[in-house]
């Protein structure tokens, strides 16, 4: 425990100050405020402060706080110094809280800077078992006015005496005082030549049989301390038959280590009864031949050894207990761990050639603690997602760049500092696509345009967050797409994925995007969705041909082989932006091989052209969607035949896993995204030839479609790929 608060050390420096006399019981000194220092110290005692100030003025004052060997404390025991902000009957303005230990790199000796007010300030120590280390200074206006005459006090002992004048069974002692300047402030007394001084409310009753001792004071409101004065008596047993003696026991409790010995310090708490006259006192002793004790409160012992601990008790009536003892062991603490754990991580799996894992890579997390405690726990976090409890390998298997993150934190608290692993994983090893709605690794959660800030990180089902959100699909309501969310994410917030913070991002941004809202469309209009009668609008030309699955997706050279071209006759586009998805369905090992063609004219009865599907491909321009490494130098993202996108910038995906593709044209500028991120851009500015053989591209001799229609490519049965969520808006 002591370990623990040292490592503490607390110091915190109160709001307020003020002057006043230091040393034992001193009064108030005529210092200037701003010269105040008040100065408390401690010892061997665990009952009561070495010396305090019991006055002071108004303004600031320094605090002194020494708990040392110059002032006594042999044994290295910390102690408290504590102004009380709770008690309405006390000034609550500061807030201080000093730990001095012999030992501290202060040499127990500690300093605050404060300001006080005029009133009462109620201090004390703050570990456990030792509340009796109370007491209150008394704060007074800077002068103390014109009144300088301390009260005039008395008291008066009553009760039922015998012949010897000893009071029988109890004794009750009023106290009085009057102060003809500034008013009596308070009265104090105390039980005891020892006892703490306490508020005198009522008559005080003492029934402890023996000689007894009642001191009181009093205080005016200028701060003026009459002098100590006391009331000694004896109280005598009442007649009794009472022959027997009390019952006595007593608990030992504190920190065991793993031999049951207590670390650092144990408590001995005694407890007596009395069925008879009562019980009068109760004693201890600490050690064989250690002297006897007033029992107050719970016995601390801090020695290192083998300990005992004897304990006595009598009754009103005289019978005394027989002495008993209870025996125990305290030991050092051990060294405090500082030192954080040692972590380390492994990657298992296949690798190809360029060093990507195929099909999955394990990653093991390792750490070990030198600084004795032990290692508590170990965390880890994939691609920026919040740190869960390593249990086990975690195993990875979604395609793609991953960072796996890790750290460990001891017995003691220390936790290392995060270390990382990163590595590539490619599809292969029989590990199939993940069912995700969508491909999407922006590296943000955004939805519809608003972004949240959020990792777009892996979920536990291998998909991305901002693929399960589905911001791209047609909504009937904002409500049912607000609902989608809330239960996206709070799947998420069960799995560990996301935390409540996060979660929230989420959710006002699904409310700020406008999905789903009545006449919110953000200017797009859907031309292929899932309501069947927008794929009746299309018409297919050439060869192949398209099948309408039950998603509202489409699907290329399932019935029909061929080249051919599925287009959209009923209007012409300009200043454009197409929002798609499309997915590489191709059977076995192959590609599917397919574009999308804009900007084409009329194709039926073309006075250069009487092929439909070769209009579009000599007149408009195809942005290629191809993922295979090799064939076709046209890779995903291309204007085929003019500008050419390699393998690597068309951020291949798994087959089977949708992409969104966004085309934008503005004038004679392309732009194409792929899941958010821009791939590639094109001026068609002429000169280009896409059939340099035949010299009929309109790339030749400047013309250049400023509007035209829109139109999805099939190349065979072999080369088979899907498209849904079409949807168009100019601008």
Known sequence: ?????????????????????????????????????????????????????????????????????????????????????????????????????????????????????????????????????????????????????????????????????????????????????????????????????????????????????????????????????????????????????????????????????????????????????????????????????????????????????????????????????????????????????VTGATVKGTKNSAGAYVGSAEVGVSATDEGGSGVAGTEYSLDAGPYLAYTAPVVVDRAGRHTVAYRATDKAGNTSEPLSVSFSVVSGGGVPAPGCPEYDERLTVIVGTVDTGVPNRVTNNRCRINELIEDEKEWTSQALFIKHVGEVTAALKAEGVVDQREVKAVKQAARASGIGTPGQTDGYRTILGEDPATFAKWEQVGGGSFTRNEDGSITSGTTKDGLGMLWFPERTYGDFSLKLQWRDDAPGTANANGGVFVRFPQIHDHPEEPRPEWAAIKYGHEIQAFDSPSGDMYKSGSIYGFDRVGLAGAQVTEKGTWNDYEIRVVDQHFSVFRNGVLINEFDNTGGQDFYPARGDDPGTDGRRWAAGYIGLQVHSTSDVISYRDVRVKDL
Not at 33 to 47: E, N
Not at 120 to 130: E, L, N, Q, S, V
Not at 184 to 211: F, H, K, L, M, S
Not at 313 to 328: L, Q, S, Y
Request: proline share 5%; aromatic share 6%; charged share 15%.
């Open 1 to 341: 425990m002591w370990a623990a608060l040292l490592a503490g050390l607390l110091l915190v420096l109160g709001l307020q100050t003020t002057t006043s006399a230091a040393g034992t019981r001193e009064g108030r000194t005529s210092q200037a405020a701003a010269a105040q220092v008040l100065t408390w110290t401690a010892g061997d005692d665990i009952t009561k402060y070495v010396s305090f100030p019991e006055t002071a003025v108004a303004g600031a004052a320094t605090i002194v706080f020494e708990n040392s060997a110059a002032t006594g404390n042999t044994t290295g025991m910390p102690h408290t110094l504590t102004f009380s902000t709770s008690d309405p009957e006390y000034n609550t303005d500061v807030q201080l809280n000093i730990l001095a230990n012999p030992g501290d790199d202060q040499g127990g000796k500690h300093t605050a800077e404060v300001t006080l007010s005029p009133g009462r300030y109620f201090y004390h120590c703050t570990i456990p078992g030792h509340s009796s280390m109370t007491g209150v200074l008394t704060v007074t206006e800077g002068g103390g006015g014109d009144d300088t005459t301390a009260p005039e006090t008395s008291a008066k002992v009553t009760g039922t005496q015998n012949a010897e004048g000893q009071y029988v069974g109890a004794a009750t002692v009023a106290v009085t005082a009057t102060d003809e300047g500034s008013g009596v402030d308070r009265i104090e007394y105390a039980v005891g030549a020892d006892g703490a001084w306490q508020p005198y409310t009522a008559p005080v009753v003492v029934d402890q049989v023996g000689e007894q001792t009642v001191r009181y004071r009093a205080f005016d409101k200028a701060g003026n301390a009459a002098a100590e004065k006391s009331e000694t008596f004896t109280v005598a047993a009442p007649p009794t038959d009472d022959t027997t003696a009390p019952e006595t026991s007593a608990t030992v409790s504190g920190e065991k280590d793993a031999n049951g010995d207590y670390i650092d310090m144990a408590t001995v708490t005694v407890t007596a009864s009395d069925t008879g006259s009562g019980v009068n006192t109760i004693e201890y002793a600490v050690g064989s031949d250690g002297a006897w004790q007033p029992y107050t409160g719970p016995v601390m012992v801090h020695q290192v050894g083998e300990q005992t601990v004897r304990y006595r008790a009598t009754d009103k009536a005289g019978n005394a207990a027989a002495e008993k003892d209870v025996r125990f062991t305290v030991v050092a603490a051990p060294p405090q761990d500082t030192t954080p754990p």
